[in-house]
Each structure stands twice: as C-alpha cells, then as structure tokens.
C-alpha cells in the first residue's frame, strides 16, 4: 500500500509505532564530525520525523544496535555468572538497500557457521527494517556492481522523501492502518534505487594464491596507517575481543565484555608468547579486501561487502578500497592470460 | 535472566583435581569434566578479570581433562596462582581435534616439540596401545632437558614404541640427544612411505622444516597432518581472530591435513 504524508503526520505515525518499540535511524550530528565543524552521520533512537537524516548518506552503519562495540556478556560476582538483561522492545531500523543487505552478512557469521550467538540472536529477533529509498547515488556507492542497490522484500515500510512530502510503500498490514489514518493521499508507491553508480568495480571470481603473494598488496604496507576506521564503518565488519572488567580492587565483581576488533590493529592474531601473524599493513590490507570480495564467499556463497563505500570515505589517507577490488581483479585475470 | 547453560559464551566451573608440575613454567591441571573430548581439541579456561586463553587438552579420562598449561601471559600467570581443590572456569571442548583411529593402522611418524605435545599426547597414548608398536615412530624435542614434559609418559612411550627424545641444546654432560627434531627424521625407517602417516605439531618453523623433510622424504602430503596454533577470542566461529581466509581454525582445525592447509595463507 502506498501513502503519501506530510512531516507532522510522519511524525504522528512515528509516535504511534513508538509506544511499543524503539525506533532507531540515521540522525545527523552537528559539529560531531571528524573535525570541528564538520557533520557525522551516525545512528540514534529517534522519536519524530526531523531528526531522521534521509538525504545524506550515514558515515557510520546500523550495526551497533546488533553488535555493540562494546557489549556486556555477563557479570561475574563472587561464585556466580550471571547474564546481562536486555530491552526486550521491537526496534526498527531505518537503512537503505546496502544495508539491509548487509543484514544477511551479520546474519551468516552470527547465526549461522556452527554456532548461533545467543547475544546476537536475542535482540535479531526483536529488529525490524525500515527501508530508506535511493533517488541518489552518492559519493563512493558502489552497490550495483555488488548487487545491493536493490532490496526484495525484508521490511515493514520504505520511505522516500521528495520535495517536502513523505512517500511510503507498506507492506505490513497492521502499520499500513496507522499510515492509511494520516495519509494525505493514497497512491501506488516504489521505493526509489538507483542503477547506475559513478564507482563500478569488477568482483575476481577464484582468486589464486599467486594474488595472496602479488607485489600489489605492498603500496598499502606503506600508505595504510593501520588505524581501522574502515572496519568499523563497515556494515559487514563483525569481528570482537573479550574484555574482563571490574568494579572493584579486589576483583570480586566485574563482566566481561566483547568490544569491536579490527584486523588492520596491531594486536589482532597476537598469541600468548609472541606469536604472530601478518606483521604488515599489506598483508592486512590482503586479509580483510580477499574477506570481503573472496574468502566469504567460499563459505558463505555470496560476497560480504555489499558496495556501501563508507571504508573510502573515512580512510585518513584517502585509500580507495574500490581500486583495491579493481586491482585484484586486474591482477586475477592478468595471471589468467599469463598462465 | 536468560538460560544460563544453552549461552556458549558462559563457563562452567571446574574443580583442579591435581596439578603435576613438569617445568617452573609448564604444569597441567587435571580438570573435573564429563562429556566427548578429543585430543588436539580446546577449552578457554577463564579467569575473572584477567580473561580466558585456549588451552589444548592434553589428557583424557573418565571424568576429567588434563590442560598443560604454559605461565606466558595474564590469564595463565593468574592459573597458577591456583591450587588444587580451586576451581577454574572453563567452556569448551572447540575444535576438531585428532580423529586417533586414523593412525592406528601401518606405519605412523609424529613429530611433536614443546607444549606441542599436548595436543598429540593423546594420539601417542593411542599408538602406544596397538598391536604393532614397532611401527609407531615419535620424535619429541624440548628446547633443554630442563624444558621437559610429561616425564613418566616419555618413559612408557620408550618402551612401547620407537621414540626419539632430543633437546635443541643441553649443558655439558647431557647423555641424551641432542638437536632440532629434523635432525632425527632421516633416522626413522620407514618401509612403505608412499602410504605411511605423519603428524606434526609444534612451533610454526618447526612444522614446517619438518614437513618439507617428510615429503622430501616421500610422504604424500594428504597423509601429513598438522595441528595451528591461532588467536582465539571464542571458540565459537564469532570473532574472527582465529580465520585464514575461508577457514575458521576454531571450527574447521585446529588439525588440518597438510593438502588442506598448504593453502592457507595467514
Ligand atoms: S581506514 Fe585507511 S588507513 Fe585506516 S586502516 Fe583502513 S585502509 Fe588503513
Ligand atoms: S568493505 Fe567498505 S564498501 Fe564494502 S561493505 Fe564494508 S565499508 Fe562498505
Ligand atoms: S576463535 Fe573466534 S572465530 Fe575462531
């Protein structure tokens, strides 16, 4: 069902799906930025229309709502574990298509490869999709190459906002009633995608291990600076380090802890003694690029990066992640002709 | 207050039934455990406030599981700091571990060095115990004498199987061998290699050196199995310290046979 309102009614509507659930969206932050003065886009809880972003494109993903970047896990008192509670309310997030695709990622490490994770599914099952529609794409976006520009379904609602005016498209029937009380008008709504990005990146089918050892990978031994911003703007970056914490001097009550890691950090395959592994930048920079376009994929079946762009655009030293694909690419097929 | 014992994440108390102490630094815990074990599989012992480590079990029994445990880092400082009757917190068991009825048949070499013997010490007891002894054959080197483990089992080893012992150097005097275990693995005799097995697990040099010994040797490499040592946060397939490339060392190793992991590239 397609409505039509306007921001007052959006945020009626807002108030009314609120009594019951959180509702969380991207929210630009004056001056928050990475410099003075300058805007972050980043996630919050939300309670009316205004204070949700949807012309700009959010710096940070969704992700923390599912994988905090620090989260605790249990409390430990004197001879007791006990686990930590949970707001047991229904959240809906609001993203956009790469997003929402990134979802099925978070999902396949989380809920599936052996293990459920119990953290992780308890507050899944309580996540609901709000779809932000595309009419742009913008700066770094490469989702059509990866096949996400497009959502097929998962959501309660998309919205559109064009020329003042929210458009709706709502595929829940319970919500389409409190959007049919504040509707403007009713019409047949799409939610808007984009097909075609300024960035296209060619994805290498089997990568050879002639590639792990290419020369390519050692530019970035000398640009990155290993600082992991790109991991932790990634919707699909899942990976985590456990943390005891306590209150006390004497140790006796604490929690532990998961905090967001990231493989580009000094520290991330250290083992007790000394041991470890991928000492360079270049070598990391192979780890986590053949993860998100390869390596996934031969566990998985389809590719982790879902083309949202935010690694370029937060890298400090203006690495393009994308070239980095192109370049694998170009030395895959490279090999391919040269035997 | 969710269900404690479905949460993989929470630990469960284990008694320290006994400690044997083999070097001021190396001594194994005899943990109270019922339940499928596997040697070369892990646990992560914990410790509030200080963290959890993966431990590889060493020893199996009826109702208990023997972590040999190195004093190398702020989890395993703490471990030591406890006594028999304490309880340590632990989850687990993880991995895959060694399947011991593979080796059983024919003509098996393993080579094993430092706490890389835990892991395979398991395989060994397995070996000692079969019809054929003789073809068994099992190189374990320690850095010193003084670096020694699991004394008593050496000495039933020696006299149920072919077995090696050397150390990479010893003060003056010392009547046993000495050199690096590769040293040793021309002197094994092997009849049939084209279908002999090996296992090898120890410092990531030391697995290397040595399997390019044994396939110089003629060992086929799907008959060569290793065991990786990774950082490992959970256990769980979760964290992703443990992964390289497609694989997860905590679900999928951490024993690998060596036509797999010649592939994985860190
Ligand atoms: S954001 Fe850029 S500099 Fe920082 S780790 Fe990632 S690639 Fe390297
Ligand atoms: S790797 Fe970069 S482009 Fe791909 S999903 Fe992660 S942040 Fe987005
Ligand atoms: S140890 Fe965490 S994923 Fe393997």
Redesign the pocket.
């Given at each position: 069902m397609g409505y039509v309102l306007s921001r007052d009614s959006f945020t009626r509507v807002l108030k009314k799906i609120g009594q019951s659930r959180r509702i969380y969206a991207p929210v630009n932050k004056v001056g928050e930025g990475r410099f003075t003065d300058v805007d972050v886009v980043r996630y919050d809880f939300v309670t009316e229309a205004p204070e949700i972003e949807l012309d700009k494109k959010s710096d940070y993903a969704f992700k923390e709502i599912l994988t905090p970047l620090s989260q605790t896990l249990f409390f430990f008192t004197e001879d007791e574990v006990k686990e930590a509670d949970m707001d047991e309310r229904e959240v809906i997030i609001f993203l956009r298509s790469c997003d929402l695709h990134a979802v099925k990622r978070l999902d396949a490490i989380y809920l599936e490869n052996k293990f459920v994770d119990p953290f992780y599914k308890r507050i899944r099952d309580k996540v609901r999709f709000a779809l932000i529609g595309c009419g742009r794409s913008y700066e770094d976006c490469f989702c059509v190459s990866m096949g996400t520009n497009r959502a097929d379904g998962g959501y309660l609602f998309s919205v559109d906002m064009i020329g003042g005016k929210y458009y709706f498209d709502v595929k829940d029937d319970e919500l389409a009633a409190i959007f049919a009380s504040e509707a403007e008008s009713e019409q047949a709504v799409e939610a808007r995608y984009v097909t075609e990005n300024e960035v296209k990146v060619t994805i290498p089918g089997n990568v050879p291990v002639s590639v792990y050892k290419d020369p390519l990978w050692e530019e970035y031994t000398v640009r990155?600076?290993?600082?992991?911003?790109?991991n932790f703007v990634c919707p699909t970056c899942t990976c985590f380090t456990m943390q005891d914490i306590f209150y006390t001097d004497n140790g006796r009550v604490g929690e532990r802890r998961r905090v967001g890691a990231s493989c580009?950090v000094d520290g991330y395959t250290n083992v007790a003694g000394g041991g470890q592994y991928r000492r360079t930048?270049g070598e990391r920079?192979r780890f986590k690029v053949l993860h998100k376009i390869h390596d996934f994929r031969k566990r998985f079946g389809f590719d982790m990066c879902v083309g949202c762009g935010r690694?370029d655009m937060?890298?400090?030293?203006y690495?393009s992640y994308a070239n980095i694909i192109n370049k694998v690419n170009d030395a895959v097929e490279g090999g391919a002709v040269n035997g | 207050m969710g269900n404690m014992s479905s949460n993989p994440y929470v630990p469960f108390p284990s008694k320290i039934r006994e400690i044997i102490r083999h070097t001021e630094k190396e001594y194994t815990f005899r943990m109270s455990f019922t339940g499928d074990v596997k040697p070369g599989q892990f646990f992560e012992v914990s410790v509030p406030r200080y963290g959890e480590a993966p431990i590889s079990v060493s020893g199996i029994g009826e109702d208990f599981v023997d972590l040999t445990i190195r004093k190398v880092g702020r989890v395993t400082n703490e471990v030591f700091e406890k006594g028999e009757g304490r309880t340590l917190l632990l989850r687990g068991p993880y991995g895959n571990g060694f399947d011991t009825s593979l080796y059983e048949d024919g003509e098996v070499i393993v080579i094993a060095g430092g706490t890389g013997v835990s892991p395979v010490r398991g395989v060994i007891d397995a070996l000692a115990g079969t019809s054929a002894p003789k073809d068994k054959h099992v190189i374990v080197g320690f850095r010193s004498p003084s670096d020694m483990l699991f004394r008593d089992d050496l000495k039933r080893w020696d006299e149920a199987l072919d077995l090696i012992l050397t150390v990479d150097g010893a003060p003056e005097g010392y009547e046993g061998r000495i050199g690096l275990v590769t040293k040793y693995i021309p002197e094994v005799e092997i009849k049939d290699v084209a279908n002999a097995k090996a296992v090898v697990v120890g410092p990531p040099p030391m697995m290397r050196f040595s399997v390019k010994d044994l396939l110089a040797k003629g060992f086929r490499e799907e008959n060569i199995w290793i065991s990786q040592e990774r950082k490992m946060c959970c256990g769980l397939g979760k964290c992703g310290h443990c992964r390289i490339g497609e694989t997860y060392v905590c679900l999928d190793g951490p024993v690998f046979n060596y036509s797999e992991s010649k592939n994985m590239l860190d």
């Open positions: 990155c600076i290993n600082c992991g911003r790109c580009m930048n920079m690694c937060v890298c400090p030293e690495i | -």
